[in-house]
């Protein structure tokens, strides 16, 4: 089944398309604590399946893939030479020959054919496997207890990766929090799947999936803002998708530099504006003279109005500086979960 069949599809189940993100009625009685069931097109995967495909990524990517067990995931990023995020992702480790990369479907193709450039020195399959497979989401509160039950799982716990069946063929969940996890699935078996966590779940918008990830602080790198950032601006460093330990790895050298030497001087922050137009990712986020002093990273509706991430330079925002869309919406800061100022180098 591919994308057009996909949305035909979950329109006859009472989706609303905007562009290739699904949304869907509210329902009267469901609450954010309900189990909502989520179509992630919006998202792709990169498979790098060989003998090599641990070795050849551990050399390359800001994540450590060594010490990570089997059957886990990582946040992690793939730099240039300059140390600049290529690309940003979740890294699930299925063994030393399987690895998926979870990213947005924009930038899977920029993703690839930057690590292709390396892969060919060693005995590893860099592969787009957006056609074969989809994503889907599980939210909600016990999502991973509800989710095992539904999926016949053993215990699902954060940051671990399980196998299941899917009719006759192999999909895996992916536990992102308590409360999210990302259904890797094979496309043909999809719809199935879909109709038969329908039944106990509440089909919700992608924005539901985006506004989570966003008040959990954790960036989603699009194909526009591609080598923009330093993965410390988007405070990877803090969400365990940068070793400071491994080896050499592509960009490591300007990574390492401005952590030990404490050279930061973006960082990621949270904010919220006034419903509108969704800004675009990479735009300018101005300060008080008009001068750009960040760009946002990605953004969603809300209840409450734009939900966003962005990062920002942080003497403008300590200075208290009024910050502004292009379109003149004024930001207003919101709290990440996690301490800005914790050191990864003290672990």
């Not at 591919?2 to 035909?8: G, L, R």
């Not at 078996?189 to 992608?206: E, F, H, I, K, N």
């Not at 930001?331 to 990440?336: D, F, P």
Request: aromatic letters at 6%.
């Amino acid at each position: 089944m591919d994308q057009q069949q996909w949305q035909h599809f979950l329109t006859a189940e009472g989706a609303i398309w905007e562009d290739n993100r699904a949304h869907f009625p509210p329902v009267e009685s469901a609450t954010d604590d309900d189990l909502q069931l989520i179509d992630l097109s919006p998202l792709g995967a990169v498979s790098a399946a060989g003998p090599d495909s641990q070795k050849f990524l551990q050399g390359q990517l800001t994540c450590d893939l060594v010490t990570l067990p089997d059957g886990s995931a990582t946040p992690g990023a793939h730099c240039n030479p300059k140390g600049r995020a290529i690309s940003a992702f979740s890294a699930l480790k299925l063994s030393t020959e399987q690895i998926f990369l979870r990213l947005p479907r924009d930038l899977v193709p920029i993703a690839r054919d930057a690590l292709a450039k390396y892969a060919v020195f060693f005995k590893s399959e860099l592969e787009d496997i957006g056609d074969r497979y989809r994503w889907l989401g599980l939210q909600g509160k016990a999502a991973t207890e509800r989710a095992a039950e539904l999926l016949e799982l053993d215990g699902l716990t954060t940051g671990q990766v399980q196998q299941f069946d899917c009719n006759g063929e192999a999909a895996f969940a992916e536990t992102l929090s308590e409360q999210q996890l990302a259904l890797l699935v094979p496309a043909q078996s999809a719809a199935d799947l879909w109709q038969r966590l329908a039944q106990q779940a509440t089909p919700a918008g992608y924005d539901h999936w985006q506004q989570r990830q966003i008040e959990a602080g954790i960036p989603q790198l699009h194909g526009a803002a591609s080598e923009l950032f330093i993965p410390q601006m988007l405070n990877l460093h803090l969400l365990g998708g940068v070793s400071f330990k491994k080896g050499c790895y592509t960009g490591q050298e300007v990574v390492a530099r401005m952590q030990y030497r404490g050279a930061a001087k973006r960082r990621l922050y949270r904010a919220r504006c006034a419903s509108g137009e969704l800004p675009e990712t990479g735009s300018d986020i101005a300060g008080e003279n008009g001068k750009s002093i960040g760009n946002l990273v990605n953004a969603c509706r809300s209840e409450h109005g734009i939900e966003l991430l962005a990062v920002l330079t942080i003497t403008k925002v300590a200075a208290g500086e009024t910050l502004t869309l292009a379109d003149g919406r004024k930001l207003e800061l919101q709290e990440l979960p996690y301490d800005v100022e914790a050191d990864p180098l003290a672990d």
